[in-house]
């Protein structure tokens, strides 16, 4: 198989490159279009709330956006664009294999249980037939400032219409019509992980819950490592969960410590009501604090302010936000800017640091010889 030149790899521009493979199923030839070797998007997929996650990072959005956009004006039945090894990770919470991910035009395409069973049989799909140009006429044009509002306003889009489900061992995403497939392109193109590092976006709306879901981070890369790496550890000790709810929870649990933010974990269910964390209480001790009430009755600023005055190894401002958001049953990440900088008020500056000790110098010993030199 051919690969593509390694400066075109992170390419996602109109025209892109793509491979075509020919595939039988359900009595008929159909055309499977891939991504070329060489292309350094990665993709995971995951269940979480009951709604099925299409994984990545800003790239893998841009990516993913040109194949929908480009799907959208596919009108010859029996095409679909599939994802699969070597551009699938584990994802990035607790290293979970990736299920390949089809795109299937759901208004020319039909794919029922049965394809996607035939499909998956015939993976991982090694020959390629030759190479497609990808083309997303519009799109660029459509991202433009002010132009996409226009695009939702012309078409009063109404959200609904796709599917997006697992079959068979493959994530389906299949919009129903052209102008799905082309909201979808332009919600996953506008996706941006510059302010909170993560992003997201739903693909049907909300009734009791939601089918399908991207979402992209901006360490997306450095997450799934920190998962393999957590997970291994894991499956080499003795007694490894073989649950794999069990499992996923343990990984989660040592990537934190591999993460080195386990401390952050300041409030924790510890089977019979809520306690600190094992991480936490080892760096609050020092500050004369052992559970959760004392933390309260002292507060995260005055804790923090304690262990600092201890020199508390790896202490920083994430633990105060971490703190203070224990105790109100949040997530540090919801402490906003506004409480932050309430909480930096009445921290108020660090104290002088401590001048360096300066070692006095010491002439190395010369050791004399145990042969006398004549």
């Not at 004006?73 to 551009?87: A, C, E, K, N, S």
Request: overall charge positive; glycine content about 8%.
């Amino acid at each position: 198989m051919k690969h593509q030149r390694p400066g075109t790899g992170g390419s996602v521009r109109d025209g892109l490159k793509l491979h075509r493979h020919t595939v039988r199923w359900s009595g008929r030839a159909h055309t499977v279009i891939t991504l070329r070797p060489g292309t350094r998007a990665r993709f995971s997929t995951n269940r979480f709330h009951e709604t099925w996650h299409v994984l990545s990072d800003d790239h893998g959005a841009r990516l993913l956006a040109r194949l929908l956009w480009g799907l959208a004006y596919q009108g010859r039945p029996g095409t679909v664009v599939l994802i699969d090894r070597p551009f699938l990770s584990p994802n990035p919470f607790d290293a979970d294999p990736a299920d390949p991910i089809v795109l299937v035009p759901g208004w020319c395409t039909p794919f029922d249980d049965y394809a996607a069973r035939q499909l998956r049989r015939r993976l991982p799909l090694s020959r390629s037939e030759g190479t497609v140009r990808w083309h997303t006429f519009g799109l660029d044009r459509t991202l433009e400032p002010g132009a996409s509002e226009i695009w939702w306003k012309q078409r009063r889009y109404r959200d609904g219409e796709g599917d997006i489900a697992r079959r068979h061992g493959l994530l389906v995403v299949q919009p129903r019509t052209p102008d799905d497939a082309r909201a979808w392109a332009l919600l996953a193109a506008e996706l941006d992980t510059t302010r909170f590092g993560t992003d997201y976006t739903y693909l049907d709306p909300w009734d009791q819950g939601h089918d399908g879901e991207i979402q992209i981070f901006r360490r997306f890369r450095p997450m799934v490592g920190v998962a393999r790496r957590a997970r291994t550890q894991v499956l080499s000790r003795p007694g490894a969960p073989t649950d794999p709810d069990a499992l996923r929870a343990s990984v989660w649990s040592e990537a934190e410590q591999v993460r080195g933010d386990a401390h952050l974990r300041v409030r924790q269910w510890q089977g019979r009501g809520w306690g600190l964390g094992d991480a936490a209480a080892a760096m609050l001790a020092p500050a004369g604090v052992t559970t959760v009430d004392e933390l309260a009755d002292v507060g995260p600023v005055e804790a923090y302010r304690r262990m600092r005055a201890a020199e508390v190894k790896g202490l920083g401002l994430d633990m105060l936000w971490a703190m203070d958001a224990a105790l109100t049953y949040r997530d540090r990440s919801a402490v906003d800017a506004e409480r932050r900088r309430e909480l930096l008020s009445e921290l108020g500056p660090p104290p002088p640091s401590r001048p360096p000790r300066r070692r006095r110098y010491r002439a190395p010993i010369r050791r004399t010889p145990a042969y006398d030199r004549t």
